[in-house]
């Protein structure tokens, strides 16, 4: 079996459902080849050309690109876990006073949780409906970029640029980027605490009628820091990467709230029902939770 390809040209060639898994390839150019579906996992790319190439469907999963270029590159339900971009190049070079133009690069409804970007050029690239919690995004230019409707809990954007990036269709985004990247990014719009009420309402209405009335609240990545909120029914409620530092919640009911990822820095929780409630004891340990019911 061959396990390494090296200095071909495999432009514009279809290669729909190609086995590249777990080979080492080095030099070759893929510029404009049909890759839908292909099998590419635990490959290692050296110095490849992917210009144009379609990557619809395609698996990904923890393969190894360094050195290759990927502008003008598809993206599209492609399965990239885990995967490694080292020294990437992706979106094309636009003309001067063309910063309207779409992205040509697109990982729409692509999956690169745990994938590696450090350092990677993704200026203006579209991240639409993408599952990209803990990535690695250090160091990359993101400058401009979409993230539409996307998951980025535990990702790392240390040293990125961030200039005009999109993440207000993001809502774990307050959450997750750092503090010093909210003067230079959209964020999700602040709820306000009239709406935030109105919703607690039909939430109610939802545990009331066993889910048939109303609809369960659902806050993940919302910032509601300060928020006084004491007493309230949140039983059940999707609070998961919510921003509740310094927010009053004491007295609440989070009888099987989820509350994985959240912030919980001097939150006050004194005498809230907390039982069966998806919450980490590190997460607790910063909040105010004298009186709280574990059981």
């Given at each position: 079996?061959?396990?390494?390809?090296?200095?071909?040209?495999?432009?514009?060639?279809?290669?729909?459902?190609?086995?590249?898994?777990?080979?080492?390839?080095?030099?070759?150019?893929?510029?404009?080849?049909?890759?839908?579906?292909?099998?590419?996992?635990?490959?290692?790319?050296?110095?490849?050309?992917?210009?144009?190439?379609?990557?619809?469907?395609?698996?990904?999963?923890?393969?190894?690109?360094?050195?290759c270029?990927?502008r003008?590159?598809?993206?599209?339900?492609?399965?990239?876990?885990?995967a490694?971009?080292?020294s990437?190049?992706?979106?094309?070079?636009?003309?001067?006073?063309?910063?309207?133009?779409?992205?040509?690069?697109?990982?729409?409804?692509a999956?690169?949780?745990?994938?590696?970007?450090?350092?990677?050029?993704?200026?203006?690239?579209?991240l639409?409906?993408?599952?990209?919690?803990?990535?690695?995004?250090?160091?990359?230019?993101?400058?401009?970029?979409?993230?539409?409707?996307?998951?980025?809990?535990?990702?790392?954007?240390?040293?990125?640029?961030l200039?005009?990036?999109?993440?207000?269709?993001?809502?774990?985004?307050?959450a997750?980027?750092?503090?010093?990247?909210?003067?230079?990014?959209?964020?999700?719009?602040?709820?306000?605490?009239?709406?935030?009420?109105?919703?607690?309402?039909?939430h109610?209405?939802?545990?009331?009628?066993?889910?048939?009335?109303?609809?369960?609240?659902?806050?993940?990545?919302?910032?509601?820091?300060?928020?006084?909120?004491?007493?309230?029914?949140?039983?059940g409620?999707d609070?998961?990467?919510?921003?509740?530092?310094?927010?009053?919640?004491?007295?609440?009911?989070?009888?099987?709230?989820?509350?994985?990822?959240?912030?919980?820095?001097?939150?006050?929780?004194?005498?809230?029902?907390?039982?069966?409630?998806?919450?980490?004891e590190?997460?607790?340990?910063?909040?105010?939770?004298?009186?709280?019911?574990?059981g």
């Open positions: 079996m061959v396990m390494e390809i090296a200095d071909q040209d495999l432009s514009g060639r279809w290669l729909q459902g190609v086995s590249f898994a777990g080979k080492t390839v080095k030099r070759v150019k893929f510029d404009g080849a049909d890759l839908r579906r292909c099998d590419l996992s635990h490959g290692q790319f050296f110095d490849c050309s992917f210009d144009k190439a379609d990557f619809e469907g395609a698996h990904l999963v923890r393969a190894l690109f360094e050195n270029n990927f003008n590159a598809k993206f599209v339900r492609t399965n990239a876990s885990e490694i971009f080292r990437a190049a992706l979106p094309s070079h636009k003309a001067p006073g063309l910063d309207d133009v779409e992205p040509q690069v697109s990982f729409a409804g999956t690169i949780e745990g994938s590696d970007f450090t350092n990677a050029n993704l200026h203006k690239v579209s639409s409906r993408v599952k990209a919690n803990d990535v690695n995004f250090s160091g990359a230019d993101l400058r401009g970029s979409l993230f539409e409707e996307c998951s980025i809990a535990g990702s790392e954007f240390e040293k990125a640029r200039d005009g990036a999109d993440f207000s269709q993001t809502r774990d985004a307050a997750t980027l750092p503090g010093w990247a909210a003067s230079m990014v959209k964020l999700p719009q602040r709820i306000e605490l009239d709406d935030l009420l109105e919703m607690v309402q039909e109610r209405q939802w545990i009331d009628s066993y889910g048939l009335e109303g609809a369960r609240l659902s806050l993940s990545g919302q910032d509601l820091t300060g928020f006084e909120i004491a007493g309230l029914d949140l039983s409620a609070l998961r990467n919510c921003r509740l530092d310094f927010a009053d919640l004491s007295g609440a009911r989070l009888v099987a709230s989820d509350l994985r990822g959240a912030s919980l820095v001097k939150t006050d929780l004194r005498n809230a029902d907390l039982r069966a409630a998806l919450i980490t590190t997460a607790l340990s910063k909040a105010r939770a004298e009186g709280a019911r574990r």
